[in-house]
């Protein structure tokens, strides 16, 4: 039988688009409240919140929950103040979505010797997908700084976030300050993914990096504002493929590769790009630097495009020379190769006369450099340009002018 009254089939239609309109509303509030995964709240396992007791141990039992977990795990730091002594986080884990998501503050000890013995106050390592999302992580390191200036026996200080030997990680929105040394270092990993990472240290604080990347490939850091006491971004032996964009630099030391060529035998760096990136009243803007001893290591094929110079003392620079304290390297000659390095629209003002200065090994040679747009001013003239050892090529305009053989 067919049903041919138009009343009838409006009807149907309308009750056949309320009932999918329900069972979509159903089927939308059953899977919002299925998470496809497990969340430990550190409040809930034990954490006090504003009481300066140690966190610590809630914090390795809730990674251990999460670590040995067979589905996505999350452990959450909510708002508020957290002491912490330090903790360790070690995998492999049970799965591979391990998210540390941080609403509120975790502190370490103002307390010098507490890490005394300990390189670094948090600690991921042997993990495979791991995301560190916001929060602020306070490593409380003016005492040791202090102690540091007035020239006292102290501990070297400790990392605030160390990941080793890691894949798959997503650093997202996390502000870092008052590290007691270097703020992040990436060491001996793959795929790192950094985003809006926050550094703040005073500007005299020593040996502060903001982020460190050694033995790494696969790194991207972006959208990130760093101001300390070294070098914004430090990039050490071994890595490459590492990608750096729309960085903020300042106060500290400029983004350096290296120091290279500590050891005889080290790997070499290959495949780096700084881009779209700001410095305001740093020591150096980009900077490659290797100790002036024998070495096999190697920088190569670097770029540095689209720079923003603000009165920075060294804003192009390559120092093959380096011999802090005048140890282990007086009268030699950096074995490291400097190879096929393009300087690219990089403009802005520089806080001495030189704007470029190109020292390199009088044994190995810096060679394929090349310098395209450059427009560094000193004092509302041209700057000056210096080459030792430097060989290359210029396209564009190039001021100050070209000293490259």
Known sequence: MFITNPGIIKFSLVLLGTLYIFLSLLLL?????????????????????EEKLDASSVLQTAWAKACDSSQPATIYVPKGIFYVRNVSFNGPCKNNAITVL??????????????????????????????????????????????????KSCPIGATSLQINDA?????????????????????????????????????????????????????TIL????????????????????????????????????????????????NVTVKSSTFTGTQNGVRIKSWGRPSNGSATKVYFQ??????????????????????????????????????????GTSATEIAINFDCSPTNHCTGLSLKDINLTYENHIAKASCKNAEGTTSGVVEPSSCLA
């Open 306 to 347: 689209h720079i923003i110079m603000d009165n920075v003392k060294n804003p192009i620079i390559i120092d093959q020379n380096y011999c802090p304290h005048l140890k282990d390297c007086p009268g030699q000659a950096s074995g490291v190769k400097v190879s096929e390095v393009t300087y690219e629209d990089i403009k």
């Open 223 to 270: 959208n990130s504002s760093i101001s300390n006491g070294d070098d914004c971004i430090s990039i050490g032996p071994g890595t490459s493929n590492l990608w750096m964009e729309s960085i903020t630099c300042g106060s500290g030391h400029g983004i350096s590769i290296g120091s290279l060529g500590m050891e005889a035998e080290e790997n070499g760096v290959h």
């Open 29 to 49: 509030v059953f899977n919002h409240a299925s998470p496809a995964g497990l969340t430990f709240d550190i409040v809930s396992l034990g954490a006090m919140l």
């Open 167 to 219: 894949q798959n990680v997503n650093i997202i929105g996390l502000s870092s300050i008052n590290s007691q040394m270097f703020n992040i270092v990436v060491y001996r990993c793959q795929n790192v993914n950094m985003t809006r990472v926050n550094v703040s240290t005073a500007s005299d604080s020593p040996n502060t990096d903001g982020i460190h990347v050694q033995q790494s490939s696969n790194v």
């Open 102 to 151: 941080i609403d509120g503050t975790l502190v370490a000890s103002s307390d010098i010797q507490v890490l005394a013995k300990t390189k670094s106050w948090i600690e991921f390592s042997h993990i495979d997908g791991l995301s560190i999302t916001g929060g602020i992580i306070d490593g409380q390191g003016t005492t040791l700084w202090n102690c540091k200036h007035l020239g």
